[in-house]
């Protein structure tokens, strides 16, 4: 089992940045990849961002290319989310995702809320 503990959301204005982070514990050396996934109301939950547990991403959602940026801290398990340029449209619940292979994803965190006012 892999547990995924989230943190960083928040309120903010657009135009300000953002950082949120996923701590991973557990059976770690199992994970493959790791990713950032967001679902807004009445929305499905979307890929942000996603990449190898070795650390090269392997992928960026069009809408947040330029703005986002997702990385690791190897020593410490954790995957990071840099958002800069927040927008309104940005607005959702973001949950990070690891799984054992690619696009797959086995475990959740329990999600933070990112909200960006106008």
């Known amino acids: 089992q892999v547990q995924l503990v989230e943190s960083g959301g928040g309120l903010v204005q657009a135009g300000a940045s953002l950082r949120l982070s996923c701590a991973a514990s557990?059976?770690?050396?199992?994970?493959?990849?790791m990713g950032w996934f967001r679902q807004a109301p009445g929305k499905e939950r979307e890929l942000v961002a996603a990449l190898r547990w070795s650390g090269s991403t392997i992928y960026n959602a069009d809408s947040v290319k330029g703005r986002f940026t997702i990385s690791r801290d190897n020593a410490k398990n954790t995957v990071y989310l840099q958002m800069n340029s927040l927008k309104p449209e940005d607005t959702a619940v973001y949950y990070c995702g690891a799984g054992g292979r690619y696009n797959s994803y086995d475990y959740w965190g329990q999600g933070t809320q990112v909200t960006v006012s106008s």
């Open positions: 557990g059976r770690t050396s199992s994970i493959y990849s």
